[in-house]
């Protein structure tokens, strides 16, 4: 593979290199995506959410599957799955610090615990295993974060 291809998927996979941190690379994929809907997130229509979560699960998917077969099953580094489940818990809800913060929260524990479902995804062959539990932990969080948006009339 080509060096300069391989950094370029590096670079996507780690989102940045964030998934190199020593401790947690998940929890600092998370708040990267956190981090940059905070900044960009009120900007987006319903299509601009759709164009930007398939572009992020299909070039994940790429990515990740050309990582595992380099550095072994769901390697830690290749935090993108987390982009994109903490899109999912986020995505068409009210923009503002309370759902960021309350996604980011949500979404990491639905990401650790990984009720079923979640978990039984990871077992999909490739990039598509390292996605599919991120994006289904992230379509359950924005359920719940939905509900508890419109419970507490934050929503």
């Known amino acids: 593979m080509d060096a300069r291809f391989l950094a370029v ?31 960009f997130g009120q900007a987006l229509g319903p299509v601009g959410w759709a164009v930007l979560l398939l572009a ?7 990515a990740a599957s050309g990582l595992e077969a380099e550095w072994g099953k769901d390697p830690g580094p290749v935090v993108v799955d987390e982009a994109a489940g903490y899109l999912c818990t986020v995505a068409l809800l009210p923009h503002g ?7 980011f929260l ?7 615990v990984k009720p079923p ?8 062959p490739g990039g598509w295993g390292i996605m599919a539990d991120d994006v289904a932990a992230g ?5 719940l974060l939905r509900a508890g948006l419109h419970w507490t009339g934050a929503a």
């Open 106 to 112: 949500l979404f990491r524990v639905l990401d650790i």
């Open 56 to 62: 992020v699960i299909a070039v994940g998917i790429a």
């Open 9 to 39: 998927k590096k670079a996507v996979a780690t989102l940045g290199w964030a998934g190199y941190v020593p401790v947690a690379p998940g929890t600092a994929g998370s708040a990267v995506a956190a981090v940059g809907y905070y900044l």
């Open 97 to 103: 610090a309370v759902t960021a913060v309350a996604g």
């Open 117 to 124: 479902p979640v978990r039984q995804l990871e077992r999909l």
């Open 139 to 143: 379509i359950l969080g924005n359920l």
